[in-house]
């Protein structure tokens, strides 16, 4: 994990739950301008909020966001335990 900007502390919907997939689906398809900022840099990006939901969409959308920017990445993915609350985290390795 070493390496990664962390884009997330920008928005308030950052450690939102979601209640509905098309909230989901719509929130994280509109941070694809965050991420291929850095994508297209060639850094590692990652995101990290209490929402798993985000999480599993993020795994699927960053291999398509990758082959459209003609990138190579592998996903890692990450739960952890900040102050009581689960926090779960995703974040990209340029291959």
């Known amino acids: 994990m070493e390496n990664v900007k962390w884009i997330n502390g920008s928005h308030q919907e950052d450690n939102r739950i979601f209640d509905s ?27 990290a909020t209490p929402d798993e ?14 082959v459209y920017n003609n990138m190579q990445i592998d996903v890692c993915t990450e739960k952890t335990e900040m102050n009581g609350q689960i926090i779960y985290k995703i974040w990209t390795v340029k291959l």
């Open 21 to 47: 997939e098309f909230e989901v689906k719509e929130w994280t398809e509109a941070l694809y301008p965050d991420f291929v900022a850095y994508l297209g840099n060639k850094n590692n990006v990652g995101y």
């Open 53 to 66: 939901k985000v999480i599993k969409y993020l795994a699927s959308l960053f291999p398509q966001w990758a």
